[in-house]
């Protein structure tokens, strides 16, 4: 297949491409500093040369949008609701001025569009939409329009012929430097991965492997469309997912936090405490219905390998650098 990637360079994209590419598969990354062989030059919000890539092309999957590993500042919060609104947009635009447009589009969502909650897990059929819940801070609602807004602007696109899916993805879990699970990983082996604000909020995450494998299942079915949860199906408290992640590295302890102390941690990380205290209380309703089966479906398994492969890729550099 010719697979088209728009915003494809950071980690997910980079995971995407090199599944892809493994399996034989040609992608052509969409990119606003095209640097490498098989990269294509775009801005994310016009029309432009690049769009003659989706002509053709069998899949779409659009990554595009301002990084959420940032302030939730005013400025960053309306950047990041105008990169993913345009650029949803402007690949729709592409995709229905194809001649031969791609079967599928594969709109990158979030699972923050789903409601804090501790109750009960949210499946795309019965889970509750945030932005009402009552005591939560006013900017996690406008990430819930995000969010929405994204999703939107691919349900409006006049693609006729082409199968539209939103992955409401978890946080995905790789090994990679410089992706969230090396942040949680590095914070657990400086003996800070202890519960944040008492630990009781749930923490949705997918292993690396089953969210390609998850992908390519999206693909091949036809008969799929609509919202899909990419989350594997076990979510747990943030203060069981940091203790096995500590017992995965052989850290026995890990310091609590409160909240006013990860308002200060998120300060110095120039990230923001809504990433640690929603509560993501996700599964994959649709996935499961549809038959499919996850390859780590519980953390402690999924934990284990990726710090295996942390350790293997440490061990080979310090080799390398001898």
């Given amino acids: 297949m010719k697979v088209v990637i728009p915003g494809g360079t ?20 969409l990119t606003r500093e095209a640097r490498r062989e098989g990269e294509v030059l775009w801005d994310g919000e016009t029309l432009g040369p690049w769009a003659a ?21 005013p400025t960053n919060l309306r950047e990041m609701m105008d990169s993913r609104v345009k650029s949803a947009r402007v690949v729709g635009a592409a995709i229905a001025e194809a001649a031969r447009p791609p079967r599928v589009w594969l709109q990158m969502s979030t699972a923050t569009v789903y409601a804090h909650r501790f109750d009960a897990p949210n499946d795309e059929a019965t889970g509750v939409i945030g932005g009402t819940e009552p005591g939560v801070p006013d900017y996690w609602a406008y990430s819930v329009e995000i969010a929405k807004a994204w999703e939107q602007a691919q349900q409006q696109a006049a693609t006729a012929s082409t199968r539209k899916v939103a992955l ?19 914070l ?20 690396e492997h089953d969210f390609v494998r998850a992908v390519e299942f999206l693909i091949d079915r036809d008969d799929i469309a609509g919202p899909v949860n990419l989350a594997a199906p076990h979510p747990l408290p943030q203060r069981a997912f940091m203790r096995v992640l500590r017992s995965a590295w052989g850290i026995p302890v890990g310091l609590p936090a409160t909240r006013w102390m990860a308002e200060v941690g998120a300060l110095v990380l120039r990230s ?34 990726l710090v295996e492969r942390v350790r ?10 001898r």
């Fill in 10 to 29: 950071g980690q997910v994209g980079t995971i995407l491409k090199r599944a892809l590419g493994a399996a034989g598969h040609e992608t052509v990354i």
């Fill in 53 to 73: 890539e989706m002509d053709g092309s069998d899949v779409v999957i659009n990554l595009a949008g301002r990084t959420v590993s940032c302030r939730y500042t």
């Fill in 168 to 186: 409401r993805s978890a946080m995905v879990m790789s090994p990679d430097p410089g992706g969230v699970f090396a942040v949680l990983l590095g």
């Fill in 188 to 207: 657990a082996r400086l003996g800070l991965g202890g519960p944040v604000a008492g630990g009781a909020q749930y923490v949705s995450w997918i292993h």
């Fill in 272 to 305: 923001d405490t809504e990433l640690l205290l929603k509560s993501r209380r996700v599964v994959p309703g649709r996935l499961a219905q549809e038959g499919f089966r996850f390859e780590y479906p519980h953390w402690p398994q999924a934990a284990n390998e």
């Fill in 312 to 321: 293997k890729r440490a061990g080979s550099g310090s080799v390398a650098r």
